[in-house]
T-cell receptor
Framework: GAVVSQHPSRVICKSGTSVKIECRSLDFQATTMFWYRQFPKQSLMLMATSNEGSKATYEQGVEKDKFLINHASLTLSTLTVTSAHPEDSSFYIC????????FGPGTRLTVL | QKEVEQNSGPLSVPEGAIASLNCTYSDRGSQSFFWYRQYSGKSPELIMFIYSNGDKEDGRFTAQLNKASQYVSLLIRDSQPSESATYLCAAVKAAGNKLTFGGGTRVLVKP
């Protein structure tokens, strides 16, 4: 099946710093990628839809100025958590679809 | 009402038995349905998808879709302890659109 990678797999940062997470489609081009967040014992919550060459579409309640998304190429989307706080600690997962949606391995963010 | 609903479980199944997972959806515009398995601390992995009414079999897995009843199910035959995980049902309205997930059903396969 199609492969989606994420980097880094785990990051620990201090409160107030910014963290960038990369999502890559390895063997296909993805004009659209999706960013999810998952808190412990909860289901995935869609944060935003990343569109190549245009602005991302954010779900209700997600701050676009805090979670910056850049989809600069057909194989790369980045999510930057700006001025991270402990409540942003979560599991961030991206998804891309060729014909069906596949998920990246996820990034565990811990904000101290 | 949530768009996609699943029983949270846990669903306890003896090793070698059939695990039966159910999912209902509220939006009749939903066209395709996906089942993912998620182990604790890991991202979801695709098990199978279905978009036509009826049954679809893939190895030990069978997905069933009933659009009139807005119901999707997944059967896992010969369940193994290594398959203890949370199973997520997801729906999408059209190709390229976002997935809407249910809350997931936790399955425990006991040796």
């Amino acid at each position: 099946g199609a492969v989606v990678s994420q980097h880094p797999s785990r990051v620990i940062c201090k409160s107030g710093t910014s963290v960038k997470i990369e999502c890559r489609s390895l063997d296909f081009q993805a004009t659209t990628m999706f960013w999810y967040r998952q808190f412990p014992k909860q289901s995935l919550m869609l944060m935003a839809t990343s569109n190549e060459g245009s602005k991302a579409t954010y779900e209700q309640g997600v701050e676009k100025d805090k979670f910056l998304i850049n989809h600069a190429s057909l194989t790369l989307s980045t999510l930057t958590v700006t001025s991270a706080h402990p409540e942003d600690s979560s599991f961030y997962i991206c998804s891309a679809r060729e014909t069906i949606p596949f998920f990246g391995p996820g990034t565990r963010l811990t904000v101290l | 009402q949530k768009e996609v609903e699943q029983n949270s479980g846990p669903l306890s199944v003896p090793e070698g038995a059939i695990a039966s997972l159910n999912c209902t959806y509220s939006d009749r515009g939903s066209q395709s349905f996906f089942w993912y398995r998620q182990y604790s601390g890991k991202s979801p992995e695709l098990i199978m998808f279905i978009y036509s009414n009826g049954d679809k079999e893939d190895g030990r897995f069978t997905a069933q879709l009933n659009k009139a009843s807005q119901y999707v199910s997944l059967l896992i035959r010969d369940s193994q302890p290594s398959e203890s995980a949370t199973y997520l049902c997801a729906a999408v309205k059209a190709a390229g659109n976002k997935l809407t997930f249910g809350g997931g059903t936790r399955v425990l396969v006991k040796p």
